[in-house]
């Protein structure tokens, strides 16, 4: 090397070593929090989160999802830790690909965003057993969320484990990460009552275990009454402008605004409108809140066996502002993205500004908050009439539920029932469509059903007990399924012969295959909130003389995640069971010998793994449709473009589903939503419940399944692999992408029109009418009066194009001749 070289590789050097030190001193924050707000450097904050929870969506997806929050107004991601995703077993650890949550939080640093670190390691999230490991269950003498020894030290040694790690990154804010709050535990307060005296101390161990961190931020718990100092109580719920921190040196944060609800199978899609979701969110900052969080910001997908409840359903989208494949749902991202750009843009003087509470009576409340000179008022009104109220010289029209801000107190600026925003409406379209359509080629083969031989014997059974043992217990959750087989012996003079005999099953859920002789002689399923039940058949056909033998395959759909010892929630066969003749048992196989045997044959030699060599082929033709038992094979090219890939399993009953080997999920499309309860028209007014504007009612309960595009091959053929339980055809499955079909606004004058079709052009406009319209997209009505050159404008503006923007004026769109306020409606086609 010459002298020179060295020179250019020492400056090279240099230069690594200073982007280095650059990079590892990020400016370290010191965050801390008064009566009032977070502060940041010593600066009161007004922080709005979002809840994005990592294993629910793949690293490939995280950067777009965040920057999406972040153009939406959002500062801070919030996240669970879920502590089964990374200790599948005692003391081995999993970090990878979804679960890699160091990888989740420096994407959240490279957008600039802080982040919210819900260690939990409770986390309830509709997640399968509360995000607790099944085998921390079977750990002799323990009891969960509770002065108890076992349990403590396991939480101790998996915080610390966390706490670790994010240490290690740098990932606090203290050390320059982007972290700024932890939360230890999780909603304790609702059923801390059940836990006495243990209960107070296991909180204040908490407590003392987060603070022994040192991480100089600050620890929160949420829904926790008697958080001791300096951990804040915050909270959850729909709505939280009444809430009040348990010490006036701590500020109103609301960790769960709740932005829609989860579904379970047999439920109902959950709508919760902007027009509310704001109207909570308004009203929160309006009584003093400083920091709120959506939960969820982008609910996603429960991939593998991740969901919780039970019967919690594969797509957890939440109702969200984005929704499960990442796509913006709109009005609700846009609608509350105004609110969060306005809120911010009165950071100061909410947080340093002297407050002023009018109250007009009617639940009608005028507030201003002044600092410097310089004033802000929101006005809220919490019933559902319209109110005026007189504020200065002026009088002001507040709409039933909402809150309008003035950012000067004089001019209102948003009104959270006054939606300016599009309304989205996307289609899902087959991949196929312009092609010629092939039809999919599907191969299959049964699954194995287990039985005991004449002598007595079952292949690899993971025990035999005299007694029906609980499912979760044997399986530590490795499967959904257990196999509980037995055998008995009926002699030529038996009493049963002749009789009318019913074998008769009790189960605590969630699903009974069950088999007699090796015959299927029955299936059957819970009911969402009532999961055991009692399975009977008339087997008097079926009874041999000599050796019998029965088979109950059990299936799991998700663990109890949530209430005071929910850990104990029985699954499986509890029993009893029995023979019953004439309404009487005459044998009781309960303490029979059962054998016990964890999961299938297919997920031992991983037939949904298309790489794995297998003993026995796939068959080709005779396919077998409406059976249970059987999976099933395809291959599919991957869609060409970026749009989200799904998959339609209508036709299918009930299993699981695998793409290139990795699960997207539990599959149910045969359990339909409730009947009732749904209506066509929507009034936001009234406080949320799930059952209010509720969609889909007597239809399958999740019909479309994601696929993340990383899952897929690039440009190649995809492996999509079914295990069904039920019976299905698998004929009309479809691959199919997502698109906006079409858009539709009616935005008011003084606001902007901004219409988008995402990747898509506008191709045509549908409606246009500037006056008094009404109606709704699809449905849009001229008024009495309206301008006669909007349409050509907006044509001009918009056709074409892939986004366009107007401001709402009688300038830009013709006189209109109305006497009240205009408003534009407009629907286009993409
Ligand atoms: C389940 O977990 C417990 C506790 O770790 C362990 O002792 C037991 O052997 C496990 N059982 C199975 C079937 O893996
Ligand atoms: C609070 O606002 C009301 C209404 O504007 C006003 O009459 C009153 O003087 C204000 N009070 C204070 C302490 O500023
Ligand atoms: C209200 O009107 C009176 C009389 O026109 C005026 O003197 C006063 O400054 C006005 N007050 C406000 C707050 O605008
Ligand atoms: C057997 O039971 C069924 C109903 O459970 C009844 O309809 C039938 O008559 C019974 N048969 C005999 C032989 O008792
Ligand atoms: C059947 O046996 C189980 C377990 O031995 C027992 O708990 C149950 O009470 C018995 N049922 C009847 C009807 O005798
Ligand atoms: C009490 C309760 O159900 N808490 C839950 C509130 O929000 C979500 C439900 O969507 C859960 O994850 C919480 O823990």
New binding site residues.
């Given amino acids: 090397m010459s002298y020179r070289e060295s020179l250019v590789l020492l400056n090279c050097l240099c230069w690594a070593i200073l982007a280095l030190a650059l990079f590892s001193s990020a400016e370290k924050l010191s965050v801390s929090y008064d009566g009032r707000a977070l502060t940041i450097n010593g600066q009161r904050k007004i922080i709005i989160s979002g809840s994005i929870h990592y294993p629910r969506s793949t690293p490939e997806m995280w950067p777009f999802l965040i920057d999406k929050a972040k153009e939406g107004g959002i500062d801070a991601i919030e996240t669970y830790v879920f502590w089964n995703a990374h200790e599948p ?2 003391g081995q650890y999993d970090f990878s690909g979804n679960n890699d949550l160091v990888r989740f939080i420096r994407t959240v640093q490279e957008q600039g965003l802080y982040a919210i670190l819900r260690i939990g390691p409770y986390v309830c999230a509709e997640w399968n057993y509360g995000g607790f490991p ?3 269950h ?2 002799p003498g323990i009891e969960f969320r509770t002065k108890n020894k076992v349990f403590m030290d396991e939480m101790e040694k998996f915080s610390t484990v966390i706490i670790n790690t994010m240490k290690d990154y740098e990932l606090f804010a203290s050390q320059g990460g982007p972290i700024i709050i932890a939360q230890i535990e999780n909603e304790y307060g609702n059923i801390k009552g059940s836990y006495g005296q243990a209960g107070n101390e296991y909180v204040k161990w908490c407590a003392d275990l987060a603070l022994s961190y040192d991480l100089s931020i600050p620890w929160i718990m949420c829904q926790e009454d008697d958080a001791p100092h300096p951990i804040i109580n915050t909270c959850n719920g729909f709505y939280c402008d009444q809430f009040k921190p348990n010490s006036k040196n701590s500020p109103k944060m609301w960790t769960e605004n709740w932005t829609g609800w989860f579904k379970a199978w047999g439920s109902r899609d959950p709508l919760r409108t902007a027009e509310d979701l704001a109207f909570a969110v308004g009203r929160f900052f309006q009584y003093g809140g400083t920091l709120q969080n959506y939960y969820m910001y982008h609910g996603g997908t429960n991939f593998g066996r991740t969901s919780g409840g039970p019967y919690i359903t594969t797509s957890y989208d939440y109702n969200a502002p984005l929704d499960e494949y990442g796509n913006k749902a709109q009005p609700k991202w846009g609608h509350l993205k105004q609110l969060h750009d306005l809120v911010k843009s009165m950071e100061e003087v909410l947080t340093y500004g002297e407050v002023n509470h009018t109250e007009y009576g009617h639940l009608t409340t005028a507030t201003s908050y002044t600092y410097k000179g310089k004033s802000s008022c929101f006005f809220g009104n919490a019933e559902n009439g319209d109110r005026d109220i007189t504020y200065g010289n002026t009088t002001y029209k507040v709409r039933g539920w909402s809150v309008s801000i003035l950012p000067d107190c004089k001019t209102e600026v948003y009104n959270t029932a006054e939606v300016n925003t599009q309304t989205t409406i996307w289609e899902k379209v087959s991949s196929q469509v312009g092609n010629f359509k092939e039809p999919m080629q599907w191969q299959w083969r049964d699954e194995k059903i287990e039985f005991v031989s004449r002598e007595g014997e079952v292949a690899d059974t ?1 025990m035999t007990a005299n007694r029906l043992l609980d499912q979760k217990v ?3 959750d ?1 499967s959904d399924y257990l196999w509980y087989i037995t055998s008995f012996h009926l002699s030529g003079s038996d009493p049963l012969f002749g009789k009318n005999v019913t074998l008769r099953v009790k189960t605590s859920g969630h699903i009974l295959h069950a088999f007699l002789n090796g015959r299927h002689i029955g299936s059957q399923h819970a009911q969402k909130d009532k999961y055991s039940f009692v399975f009977e058949k008339k087997i008097s056909d079926l009874l041999l003389y000599g050796f019998n033998q029965i088979s109950l395959l059990s299936a799991t759909v998700g663990l109890a995640n949530y209430g005071a010892h929910f850990e104990n929630s029985e699954v499986g066969v509890h029993g009893p069971v029995e023979l019953m003749a004439d309404g009487e048992t005459i044998r009781n196989l309960s303490s029979n010998e059962w054998y016990y045997k ?1 999961g299938l044959d297919g997920e031992k030699s991983e037939f949904f793994n298309p790489n794995c060599q297998l003993m026995e082929p796939w068959n080709y033709g005779n396919l077998p449709l409406n059976q249970n038992f059987v999976w099933y094979k395809t291959t599919f090219q991957t869609p060409s473009g970026s749009e989200a890939v799904i998959v339609d399993l209508m036709g299918m009953g009930k299993g699981h589903a695998w793409v290139n080997g990795l699960s997207i999920g539990r599959y149910w499309p045969s359990y339909l939503s409730i009947e009732n309860g749904c209506s066509s028209s929507c009034d936001f007014r009234g406080a949320y419940s799930d059952g209010k504007c509720a969609t889909n009612c007597g239809k399958p309960t999740q019909r479309w399944y994601h696929i993340p595009r990383s899952y897929l091959n690039c440009g190649g053929e995809n492996t999509l692999i079914l295990f069904e339980e039920f019976g299905g055809t698998p004929l009309d499955i479809d691959i199919q992408t997502t698109r906006v079909k079409k858009v539709c606004a009616m935005p008011y004058a003084g606001s902007t029109l901004e219409l988008s079709c995402h990747d898509r052009t506008i191709s045509d406009i549908k409606f246009v009418s500037f006056g008094n319209p009404h109606g709704t997209c699809d449905s849009f009505q001229k008024g009495s009066c309206e301008s006669s050159t909007a349409l050509s404008v907006i044509e001009e503006a918009c056709v074409g194009q892939r986004e366009c923007s107007i401001e709402v004026s009688e300038k830009n769109l013709g006189s209109t001749g109305c006497k009240k306020r205009n408003r534009l409606a407009v629907q286009v086609t993409c």
Avoid: E, G, I, K
């Fill in positions: 077993q005692q099944v085998w921390l079977n750990l993971a044997l399986t530590n490795s964890v």
